[in-house]
């Protein structure tokens, strides 16, 4: 027994990263891949801003009317989007996990359903909705409001793409929270109402902030489905991804890459206020998490088992927020894709642009869900079973695609491979081209879902520690058998959560594609992209029969997801309930 | 009923599912006094203390206080005052605004409130550290606050669960004593749950001793002592 203490204190002193083997090989591997797929793509970015020339040339690019208007109708109708997703997300998170009522699981298994439908369908499905002849918006038209093609219909894209956001960031929370902070409220003599706003949403403001923040960015950011709402009047309704499309199109890439960075530059800045905020908070709660272990429930005051007018209310408001949000456009979707009956879909459906199109996007969906799953798995291993400097720099950075747009993650690669790129010449040298065909939009889905595996994976070998693994390196074992008979099952349901988001966001991506397809029918479109171009030439029932291939993948996925959900979560309470066990012998 | 029971328990059952917590309990707390419920873990007393603070509610059976049955009444009319096992302190609050959250409840004025916060803080021989925040607290101070807050309300029934399960043998005795001449000098009857049986012995004037739900005795701790009614007791109290 000593001698292996003693082992232990030399590795210990000689600041080696940790005993299991492999640390070398997996180093290697993240920083190889992290350079290639996300940093040398960003660095052409800067590449590009400093060809601009002077910094004055650069001030008046990006401070021109039609810019400042556009940043200010991004931000401003983000703020606005993200506000109204964070009182929403608040009482949808309370009521899933503090109210018991029939449809309960149903609601908490489509709020993901912004993340598996792919933004361009989310677009035309809200645009027909809210359009003066739409279902929705044609009420509002009889009482003189419009919604399409003004800031309400894109702040209401903007809360559609950022309700998973809030309502999962406070979730997690709320089930954790600790009954005695309300119950000593209670005691004291509060109110229900005061203890929720004097108590309980402190403890929550945290998550509440995290969630937000990151409904904020992505509202910034979001292209798909805003710009079909948008109407991208100049100077009422361009949001700043568009212009940043806009002069793409024109091959203004010094344009494209200074608006490009000033959104960067907001983004980040807005990340890292919201880091700080909560870095600072954490203070507050040092030394004393999750006291008693176990999520009591509180139990009702009023006995006769009935539910307080209260309840009710926030239920009612959470599934009719829900409703409308997030099924009616799937409703939308299915009726007008059958309005022309159904040989008509049969046909939109089994046309050659369409499955042409459905073969890039599945093309790109392998593409990225194998090479990110490999990325995944490895750098969480890495970053969670080893111990060395930079390890916070580098999850920083695989982060990176995750809080960037989707247009700015296609200018990228055109500032790389394309003809004005750098790597550009090197490869048409060589014959391959990248830009504007299938390479190009396979690079393009790889970097957007980059951190999606690696972000299910991460938490769950992160709380797992690697006491484990440790042990097991000291038997001897390596690298690749304690991988398999330890490390991997403890996140085979994470593993393939991950794989199942990865998946969707790749198949819905449209952005970033968007940029770097070139749109050449039969050639260079994925679904997404054939479904704008139909709506665009309003085939518009066409458009909603092909969207609803992307769709019906997008409910098989959010039904495998839940499967996953509770199986991942009976496997943790049954790990908790032996603990438990354990401790009472 | 004894007529001195300010705090009287009558046939009190509790199941949660198919557990049951409380089987058929009777019991009375004196006015001003200190009552322990004593008890290995599991044996329903938390459940007992919860009952009589609103924060559960019996299946069947009266919880009395001062003559009337409170059972309808919610945790936040009853006038009790709680100190959880973990403190329970607002977290984002200072000392002076957890102190000072029943007051605040009640509407009382800002210098009222102040003037109470530091009167309560003398009490327990925390003065000025009314800006502190709990996470800058050692565990006894926040014992301590956590008392303190309890108590501000001026309430008829001070409820304690297991107060001094958290902190360290050394610092424990200090503070049995001193719950035990605060508890006088404030007047306040007093219940609070222990499984500590040399703690009950210590702190209590009258003990009441449960096992699996069931009451196996009640009395003072001479009398159980010398007179152990069950086997169990005699176990309890001599081999723990």
């Known amino acids: 027994m000593s001698d292996v203490r003693q082992e232990l204190k030399k590795i210990i002193k000689n600041d080696s990263p940790g005993v299991i083997p492999g640390?070398?090989?997996?180093l290697g591997i993240t920083l190889t891949m992290l350079t290639l797929i996300v940093l040398i793509p960003l660095a052409s970015l800067v590449i590009e801003t400093a060809q601009i020339g002077s910094l004055s040339d650069f001030i008046s690019i990006v401070t021109d009317k039609y810019m400042m208007a556009g940043y200010g109708v991004s931000l401003f109708c983000s703020f606005i989007a993200a506000v109204v997703n964070t009182v929403a997300g608040v009482i949808i998170a309370w009521v899933l996990v503090r109210y018991d009522f029939k449809w309960k699981s149903f609601l908490n298994g489509i709020i993901e359903l912004p993340f598996a439908i792919p933004t361009a369908v989310a677009g035309i499905a809200l645009t027909s909705l809210y359009c003066d002849t739409g279902w929705i918006g044609s009420l509002f038209t009889k009482i003189g409001i419009d919604i399409a093609y003004t800031k309400t219909g894109i702040i209401i894209a903007m809360i559609f793409v950022g309700i998973p956001f809030v309502v999962r960031s406070v979730q997690p929370v709320i089930e954790k929270f600790d009954v005695e902070y309300e119950e000593a409220a209670l005691s004291l003599g509060a109110s229900p109402a005061s203890t929720f706003f004097k108590v309980i949403l402190p403890e929550l403001f945290p998550s509440i902030l995290a969630g937000f923040g990151l409904a904020f960015a992505r509202g910034i950011g979001e292209y798909g489905s805003v710009v079909f709402i948008a109407g991208n009047i100049p100077l009422k309704t361009q949001i700043a991804p568009l212009l940043i499309m806009a002069q793409l199109q024109q091959y203004n890439y010094a344009k494209a890459t200074a608006i490009a960075l000033v959104l960067l530059v907001i983004s980040f800045a807005l990340m890292l206020a919201i880091n700080g905020l909560q870095l600072y908070m954490q203070r507050f709660t040092a030394g004393s998490d999750n006291m008693s272990g176990i999520s009591k429930k509180i139990e009702p005051f009023d006995d006769t088992g009935k539910r307080p007018a209260r309840e009710h209310t926030l239920i009612a408001v959470a599934s009719l927020f829900l409703f409308v949000?997030?099924?009616?456009?799937?409703?939308?979707?299915?009726t007008y894709a059958l309005r022309d009956g159904a040989a008509a879909y049969a046909e939109a459906i089994f046309d050659e642009y369409t499955l042409h199109a459905l073969k890039i996007t599945l093309i790109a969906t392998v593409f990225a869900v194998v090479i990110n799953t490999v990325f995944g798995v490895i750098a969480a291993v890495l970053l969670t079973k080893y111990t060395f400097p930079g390890r916070g720099i580098i999850a920083t950075l695989i982060d990176l695609p995750f809080s960037i747009s989707p247009v700015i993650a296609g200018l990228i690669f055109i500032l790389t491979f394309g003809t004005i790129g750098w790597a550009g010449p090197f490869f048409e040298r060589i014959g391959i081209k990248i830009v504007f065909a299938v390479p190009g939009i396979v690079l393009a889905t790889v970097f957007v879902t980059f951190p999606f595996v690696f972000r299910e994976i991460f938490p769950v070998l992160n709380a797992q520690g690697r006491h484990e693994e440790e042990a097991a390196a000291l038997m001897g074992a390596g690298g690749f058998t304690i991988f398999r008979k330890i490390t991997f099952p403890h996140m085979k349901w994470a593993f393939a959560y991950g794989i199942v988001l990865c998946a969707a966001r790749a198949m819905g991506e449209f952005g970033a594609v968007s940029v770097i397809s070139g749109h050449l029918r039969g050639k260079t479109n994925t679904l997404p992209l054939h479904v704008e171009i139909l709506y665009n030439e309003f085939n518009t029932s066409e458009a909603f029969a092909v969207s609803s291939i992307l769709v019906i993948m997008a409910l098989i996925i959010l039904i495998v997801r839940n499967v996953l959900e509770y199986r991942i979560k009976a496997n943790e309470q049954m790990i908790e309930e032996e603990r438990l066990a354990a401790d009472k012998e | 009923m004894d007529n001195k029971d300010y705090v009287y328990l009558s046939h009190i059952n509790k199941s949660f599912n198919d557990f049951k917590a409380s089987c058929d309990v009777t019991f009375g707390a004196a006015k001003g006094a200190l009552t322990a419920l004593l008890g290995p873990s599991g044996s329903g007393k938390t459940t007992l203390l919860r009952m009589i603070g609103g924060l559960n509610h019996p299946d069947s059976g009266e919880i009395i206080i001062?003559?009337?049955?409170?059972?309808?009444?919610?945790?936040?009319?009853?006038?009790?005052?709680?100190?959880?096992?973990?403190?329970?302190?607002?977290?984002?609050?200072?000392v002076e605004q957890n102190i000072g959250f029943g007051l605040e409840v009640q509407k009382k004025s800002k210098e009222e409130i102040k003037k109470s916060v530091k009167e309560l803080l003398s009490i327990v021989s925390l003065e000025g550290l009314e800006k502190r925040y709990p996470h800058q607290l050692s565990g006894g101070q926040r014992q301590r606050v956590a008392f303190a807050r309890a108590i501000a309300n001026n309430p008829d029934v001070l409820l304690l669960d297991e107060p001094f399960a958290a902190i360290d043998a050394k610092v424990r005795r200090e503070l049995r004593s001193w719950l035990r001449d605060i508890v006088k000098q404030v007047g306040i009857t007093s219940i609070f749950v222990t499984h500590d049986q040399e703690e009950a012995m210590e702190v209590a004037d009258r003990i009441v001793i449960i096992n699996e739900g069931k009451i196996e005795q009640v009395g003072t701790p001479e009398e159980i002592k010398e007179h152990p009614a069950t086997d169990f007791v005699k176990d309890f109290i001599y081999l723990t």
């Open chain 2, 66 to 94: 001062d003559g009337r049955v409170i059972n309808a009444l919610p945790a936040s009319k009853r006038g009790i005052g709680f100190v959880f096992q973990n403190y329970a302190l607002f977290r984002y609050m200072t």
């Open chain 1, 325 to 334: 949000m997030l099924i009616i456009p799937l409703l939308v979707v299915a």
């Open chain 1, 23 to 26: 640390f070398g090989l997996l």
